[in-house]
């Protein structure tokens, strides 16, 4: 294990997609990191940017200012992994091992640990480089609420915040029009924020990836409400969720990316069913990106400058090769072998299901 007298410069950098609350967890770690004698150095797009050296050095004033910025002042990719990096070979384009290339410009740059920002793909691409010996520590970042580990990702609660607005948006133009509105969310193969989201925006139905839904049970609902004379209803869907039988809605297939199968339509499928079977008419919005962007919300820029500080936290104690979470609302540290290409799923008996079953929503099951 590395001497922790001998860490004098740490690195950070972002990866994956992006999330409310980066930028506050890269002011957390150098500011931290400053006041405890470390000097920091950002890089540039992600695990891309060890590969090309593109590193700065970050001070107080590269960080004044960001923490209600959406976004991530480093930049961010989920396409360059150093493991299956995209080189130019004789016009084509070729993936190689460019990892060692990645430790020899930290080396170079005299850096000795590093702080990964990411989600499963980031922190995966993290443990191998712990295993080749590079000091590492993580800090779980999706919007998706997906790493196991951990109770809260910070970007979650915002991306939440943004879908349950647009559902008390969705809900005034539904009961005007007599219509049922679909709203599409995020979530990959989670249901963390269709559910949430679902819940605080008063949706009547609530489609996730965890539970495959029958169509049959979602238009019963709709008409159960018609009879009671509620001519409209709204419905939230993950975006990988699928019918029962079906298969999950591939928006495309994207090569040379982390996440080669990049989801979308589940939610416009589905209106155009209800329209069909249930005679009422049906739209389907999808937030897609925005609920990445914009202001993260109190609770992510707290989170996240807690996580920042905790990674620090750990550098200096040497604990290298774990991720900082939240567990029982105290920072704790998990191994990211224990996390790495493991997910986070809503379970059969996750309270909020059984508290969304009580209040009468319907889950298509």
Known sequence: MLNTTSVKTIAVLTGGGDAPGLNA??????????????????????????????MCELTDVSVAGI???????????????????????????VYENMSGQALANLRQADIQALVVIGGDGTLKIGAEFYQLGLP?????????NDIPGTERTFGFDTAVGVAAEALDRLHTTAESHHRVMVL??????????????????????????????NLDSVIAKIKERQERGRQFSLVVIAEGAYPRGGEISVGRIVE????????????????????????????CTVLGHVQRGGTPTAFDRVLSTRYGVAAV?????????????????????????????????VTADDELLRAGRAIGICFGD
Request: hydrophobic share 45%; aromatic share 6%; with cysteine.
């Open 67 to 93: 923490l209600p910025r959406g976004g991530t002042m480093l930049g961010t990719t989920n396409r360059d992994n150093p493991f299956n990096y995209p080189v130019s070979r004789n016009g084509q384009v």
């Open 136 to 144: 590492v520590v993580a800090v779980p970042k999706t919007i998706d």
């Open 313 to 345: 936290d750990c550098v200096l104690a040497g604990a290298f090769g774990n991720m900082v979470a939240l567990q029982k609302n105290r920072i704790i540290r998990v191994p990211i072998a224990d996390i790495a290409g493991k997910a986070h799923n």
């Open 256 to 283: 040379g990316s982390q996440e080669k199968i990049r989801l979308g339509g589940a939610g416009e499928k589905l209106a155009r069913e209800i329209e069909r079977l249930a005679g009422i008419e049906s739209r």
């Open 184 to 213: 599409e969310v995020m979530g990959r193969y989670a249901g963390w924020i269709a559910l949430h989201a679902g819940m605080a925006g008063g949706a009547d139905c609530v489609l996730i990836p965890e539970i495959p839904f």
């Open 25 to 54: 967890v890269i002011r957390a770690v150098v500011r931290s990191a400053l006041g405890r004698g470390l000097a920091v150095w950002g890089i540039r797009n992600g695990f891309g940017g060890m590969v090309e050296n593109q």
